[in-house]
């Protein structure tokens, strides 16, 4: 029996927005990543808070987009020293 090796675009989009080797995320893989709700990311989205890049006709999150807004909420709700 032939085994095949299973292609990272092949599995679950659950299982996909947890893989640390993507580079480009879809919307709903990012709000996943974020814990938060896919039209909100949206709304993140088009405020310009969270960063996206066009592929063609598609949009996509880049990976360091993603901890670079995690890293801006955190930043903005630390206490004043």
């Given at each position: 029996?032939?085994?095949?090796?299973?292609?990272?675009?092949?599995?679950?989009?659950?299982?996909?927005?947890?893989?640390?080797?993507?580079?480009?995320?879809?919307?709903?893989?990012?709000?996943?990543?974020?814990?938060?709700?896919?039209?909100?990311?949206?709304?993140?989205?088009?405020?310009?808070?969270?960063?996206?890049?066009?592929?063609?006709r598609?949009?996509?999150?880049?990976s360091?987009?993603?901890?670079?807004?995690?890293?801006?909420?955190?930043?903005?709700?630390?206490?004043?020293?």
């Open positions: 029996m032939a085994t095949t090796k299973e292609h990272p675009a092949d599995r679950a989009p659950a299982a996909r927005a947890g893989d640390p080797t993507l580079v480009l995320l879809t919307v709903e893989e990012a709000a996943r990543r974020l814990q938060i709700g896919r039209t909100y990311c949206f709304r993140l989205i088009r405020t310009g808070q969270l960063e996206s890049v066009p592929v063609g598609l949009r996509r999150v880049p360091e987009a993603v901890i670079a807004f995690a890293a801006q909420l955190r930043r903005a709700h630390q206490p004043a020293a």
